[in-house]
């Protein structure tokens, strides 16, 4: 099949439910043949027409024809000795992205990406440096759970390895809205991946009219990345403050905890040395989230090459928590993963854009800065190794 003729094909693993069913009418089939392709496609991890016996001939020879379900193209793999595995993923000719799945001994979390690149400038992300490439489209959003569980190999019982899906990997999921909820809606579907609404966590940097759109359109939990107890900190290091403060952010996320009946919002706080991680910060925080249905996870900062940020010591890190958890407010620490495999989201998938681009003469490269030269130390620590579900991760309380 030649790239044109893929090109037109259908990307099966794009469909929502009801996308699926049109689709199979499309093609003169029944919408219960809807059911029991999405019964290969999510529950089975099939991904070859042919192999699916019970669909009549002829409709799997216009599957072959019409559609095709394919995930992301791996570029590369990596395996962590605490059993981390990181995959760098294809999005376009010179552009990846990569996801993150971490094994414990009660589930298995996969870190995805929603974008390849991020727009929003946050001051202490690596991918932020990277800048905006595009937003990944709902079938390698969703293909990258597809391929997790695939590349995993189904458990004893056909029991799928991914049980946690969070949204923490490249980009800003709610900048990607349109591509992202039939994604998330497809991951939550009973006759998709079927993973409980708990267990699917979209973690945003605060984009807050989107807060209340989704509120409207799906009931996955919620991360927020907040990062300082007051404006002018936040300003500085998560710039969409300026357009949506602390207070409306806030407002925004009661009211999706209440249309949703979901039991709390997880706030990220990355601790940055002698700028975010003072008992005095933890006191603010605490007048912002006391009594409301809030957690607070503390992320100790991944450094890379060029940023001016320090991680906050541990000790330092630990009396920050036990601050908030006297004063009534849960907080958790992230525990790091993957450190062997610099784990690190927007980092890895960087260092191989800039090879790309090389490798095609670009030199407009060497022009974008000291991350685009591929110069970049290879021995950074990863935020990739955090930047997974807390929700999920088994933290320390
Ligand atoms: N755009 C989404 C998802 C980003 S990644 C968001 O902002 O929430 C998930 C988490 O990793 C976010 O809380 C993000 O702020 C955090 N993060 C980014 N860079 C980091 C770094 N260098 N060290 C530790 N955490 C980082």
């Given at each position: 099949?030649?790239?044109?003729?893929?090109?037109?094909?259908?990307?099966?693993?794009?469909?929502?439910?009801?996308?699926?069913?049109?689709?199979?009418?499309?093609?003169?089939?029944?919408?219960?043949?809807?059911?029991?392709?999405?019964?290969?496609?999510?529950?089975?991890?099939?991904?070859?027409?042919?192999?699916?016996?019970?669909?009549?001939?002829d409709?799997?020879?216009?599957?072959?024809?019409?559609?095709?379900?394919?995930?992301?193209?791996?570029?590369?793999?990596?395996?962590?000795?605490?059993?981390?595995?990181?995959?760098?993923?294809?999005?376009?000719?010179?552009?990846?992205?990569?996801?993150?799945?971490?094994?414990?001994?009660?589930?298995?979390?996969?870190?995805?990406?929603?974008?390849?690149?991020?727009?929003?400038?946050?001051a202490?992300?690596?991918t932020?440096?990277?800048?905006?490439n595009?937003?990944?489209?709902?079938?390698?959003?969703?293909?990258?759970?597809?391929?997790?569980?695939?590349?995993?190999?189904?458990?004893?019982?056909?029991?799928?390895?991914?049980?946690?899906?969070?949204?923490?990997?490249?980009?800003?999921p709610?900048?990607?809205?349109?591509?992202?909820?039939?994604?998330?809606?497809?991951?939550?579907?009973?006759?998709g991946?079927?993973?409980?609404?708990r267990?699917?966590?979209?973690?945003?940097?605060?984009?807050?009219?989107?807060?209340?759109?989704?509120?409207?359109?799906?009931?996955?939990?919620?991360?927020?990345?907040?990062?300082?107890?007051d404006?002018?900190?936040?300003?500085?290091?998560v710039?969409i403050n300026?357009?949506?403060?602390?207070?409306?952010?806030?407002?925004?996320?009661?009211?999706?905890?209440?249309?949703?009946?979901?039991?709390?919002?997880?706030?990220e706080?990355?601790?940055?040395?002698?700028?975010?991680?003072?008992?005095?910060?933890a006191?603010?925080?605490?007048?912002l989230?006391?009594?409301?249905?809030?957690?607070?996870?503390?992320?100790?900062?991944?450094?890379?090459?060029?940023?001016?940020?320090?991680?906050?010591?541990?000790?330092?890190?630990?009396?920050?928590?036990?601050?908030?958890?006297?004063?009534?407010?849960?907080?958790?620490?992230?525990?790091?993963?993957?450190?062997?495999?610099?784990?690190?989201?927007?980092?890895?998938?960087g260092?191989?854009?800039?090879?790309?681009?090389?490798?095609?003469?670009?030199?407009?490269?060497?022009?974008?800065?000291?991350?685009?030269?591929?110069?970049?130390?290879?021995?950074?620590?990863?935020?990739?190794?955090?930047?997974?579900?807390?929700?999920?991760?088994?933290?320390?309380?």
């Amino acid at each position: 099949m030649d790239a044109a003729a893929d090109d037109a094909r259908t990307h099966l693993l794009g469909l929502e439910r009801p996308a699926l069913e049109a689709f199979v009418a499309s093609l003169g089939s029944k919408p219960f043949r809807a059911r029991q392709l999405m019964n290969w496609m999510y529950k089975r991890v099939e991904g070859d027409f042919a192999s699916m016996t019970d669909l009549a001939r002829d409709f799997r020879a216009q599957l072959g024809e019409h559609a095709v379900i394919r995930a992301p193209e791996v570029l590369s793999r990596h395996d962590s000795a605490d059993g981390t595995r990181k995959w760098l993923l294809r999005a376009d000719g010179t552009q990846a992205f990569e996801m993150v799945f971490i094994p414990e001994t009660d589930r298995g979390t996969l870190c995805i990406s929603s974008q390849v690149g991020c727009a929003l400038d946050c001051a202490f992300c690596s991918t932020a440096q990277q800048g905006f490439n595009r937003n990944l489209t709902t079938a390698e959003i969703v293909g990258q759970v597809w391929l997790a569980n695939r590349e995993l190999g189904l458990e004893p019982g056909g029991l799928r390895p991914v049980t946690n899906v969070v949204l923490m990997g490249m980009g800003e999921p709610l900048a990607n809205f349109r591509n992202v909820v039939p994604a998330v809606r497809i991951m939550l579907d009973d006759l998709g991946f079927d993973i409980s609404r708990r267990r699917v966590t979209l973690s945003t940097s605060g984009l807050v009219p989107q807060i209340y759109k989704l509120a409207e359109e799906t009931n996955c939990a919620l991360a927020v990345s907040l990062h300082a107890p007051d404006d002018a900190l936040r300003d500085e290091l998560v710039p969409i403050n300026r357009k949506h403060p602390i207070a409306e952010l806030l407002e925004a996320c009661w009211h999706y905890i209440d249309e949703q009946n979901g039991r709390s919002i997880t706030f990220e706080y990355v601790m940055l040395d002698g700028v975010n991680d003072q008992l005095s910060h933890a006191r603010a925080l605490t007048r912002l989230l006391r009594g409301k249905p809030a957690k607070l996870n503390l992320i100790p900062f991944n450094p890379f090459p060029g940023t001016r940020y320090r991680r906050s010591p541990m000790s330092v890190i630990t009396a920050f928590r036990d601050e908030l958890i006297q004063r009534g407010v849960l907080a958790t620490i992230r525990r790091t993963r993957g450190d062997d495999i610099d784990a690190a989201c927007g980092q890895l998938a960087g260092r191989v854009n800039d090879r790309v681009r090389v490798r095609l003469g670009d030199k407009l490269a060497h022009a974008m800065g000291p991350r685009a030269t591929g110069d970049v130390a290879v021995g950074d620590v990863a935020m990739g190794d955090v930047a997974m579900g807390d929700v999920a991760m088994g933290d320390v309380a």
